[in-house]
């Protein structure tokens, strides 16, 4: 069965940090290219950070750049966000996401809430 799980979410105080976890069964990680995405309260999903199935191209939204860093072990089938300088418009429920675009295969989480307040 497949299946992505994410966890590592909760309340953190503006500045603060939090690393997420999203890890991955049923199928073979290590080809597809995962990305992390999220979504606020009224506004659509948007892409967060994006890398390639062996890690060597890696993408940011502008707004996340220098704070934020995606990484994956494949040995472990996990994908990693590591969010530093949390801002309370990271707030989102945040969804890894596990996609091969050419076969048409692609994969979600359920999501973890991230809220960044003081």
């Known amino acids: 069965q497949v299946q992505l799980v994410e966890s590592g979410g909760g309340l953190v105080q503006p500045g603060g940090s939090l690393n997420l976890s999203c890890v991955a069964w049923?199928?073979?990680?290590?080809?597809?290219?995962v990305s992390w995405y999220r979504q606020s309260p009224g506004k659509e999903r948007e892409l967060v950070a994006g890398i390639s199935s062996g890690g060597g191209s890696i993408n940011y939204q502008d707004s996340v750049k220098g704070r934020f860093t995606i990484s994956r072990d494949n040995a472990k089938n996990t994908v990693y966000l590591q969010m530093n300088s949390l801002k309370p418009e990271d707030t989102a429920v945040y969804y890894c996401?596990?996609?091969?675009?050419?076969?048409?295969?692609?994969?979600w989480g359920k999501g973890t809430l991230v809220t960044v307040s003081s």
């Open positions: 049923g199928f073979t990680f290590s080809t597809y290219a």
């Open positions: 996401n596990a996609r091969r675009k050419f076969y048409g295969l692609d994969y």
